[in-house]
Nanobody
Framework: QVRLIESGGGLVQAGGSLRLSCAASGLTFSSYTMGWFRQAPGKEREFVIYIRWSGSTYYADSVKGRFTISRDNAKNTVSLQMNSLKSEDTAVYYC????????????????WGKGTLVTVSS
């Protein structure tokens, strides 16, 4: 059974930082592009960032220069370092796994985590 377990969400002031983690199990981790999506209250789920098995990354314009993704293929984990947080970053953040090189749409995602809430106060 494939599981993606997020952790690290919480409350942070604008301008602050948080690090989210995703632990994956039940899949051949190195065969998947891993990423993060987020869903703000009352809005659709949107792409944030992904990292390929090679280490190549792609960022949404809204987080470029502020967020960084990394992966440890030996530990089957993915991390999202979020800096200079803004109130508009408030959302539930979902870990995602896809077998395609790019996972920027929901239909690219094969597996989802249950999400972790990030709240940024202004």
């Amino acid at each position: 059974q494939v599981r993606l377990i997020e952790s690290g969400g919480g409350l942070v002031q604008a301008g602050g930082s948080l690090r989210l983690s995703c632990a994956a199990s039940g899949l051949t981790f190195s065969s998947y592009t891993m990423g993060w999506f987020r869903q703000a209250p009352g809005k659709e789920r949107e792409f944030v960032i992904y990292i390929r098995w090679s280490g190549s990354t792609y960022y949404a314009d809204s987080v470029k220069g502020r967020f960084t993704i990394s992966r440890d293929n030996a530990k089957n984990t993915v991390s999202l370092q979020m800096n200079s947080l803004k109130s508009e970053d408030t959302a539930v953040y979902y870990c995602a796994a896809g077998s395609r090189l790019n996972i920027v749409n929901a239909y690219d995602v094969a597996y989802w985590g249950k999400g972790t809430l990030v709240t940024v106060s202004s």
